[in-house]
């Protein structure tokens, strides 16, 4: 499975963002996509996740209320909807995708991992 982040870029405080992951390759297996990120000098963590199975999608303290995941009907492409951003929302945000029933939150179970698109907000 090949993911292709986009949708990064430069934006002042408060302004949107709307990121984009497709998979290249149609797969039959079943698979949770899941946000990341990673801002300088931090380590990379988690933002959101919508899982294959269910309609409740899952998504970090620091970006309940402002960012949305979303997903196509035919599963292969998930957005995340950044509104509201702040500067402490910079980062490289990356996504992943997993296939076993293991944690969602957890970045090591996640196999399968997109480039990253990079999002600076501006003070």
């Known amino acids: 499975v090949q993911l292709q982040a986009s949708g990064g870029g430069l934006v002042q405080a408060g302004g949107s963002l709307r990121l984009s992951c497709a998979v290249s390759?149609?797969?039959?297996?079943?698979?949770?996509m899941g946000w990341f990120r990673q801002a300088p000098g931090k380590e990379r963590e988690f933002v959101a996740v919508f899982p294959w199975r269910g309609d409740r999608k899952w998504y970090a303290d620091s970006v309940k209320g402002r960012f949305t995941v979303s997903r196509s009907n035919d599963k292969d492409t998930v957005w995340l909807q950044m509104n509201s951003l702040k500067p402490a929302d910079t980062a490289v945000y990356y996504c992943a995708a997993k296939t076993d029933a293991s944690s969602l939150y957890q970045m090591g179970n996640y196999v399968y991992w997109g480039q990253g698109t990079l999002v600076t907000v501006s003070s």
């Open positions: 390759e149609r797969t039959n297996r079943a698979y949770d």
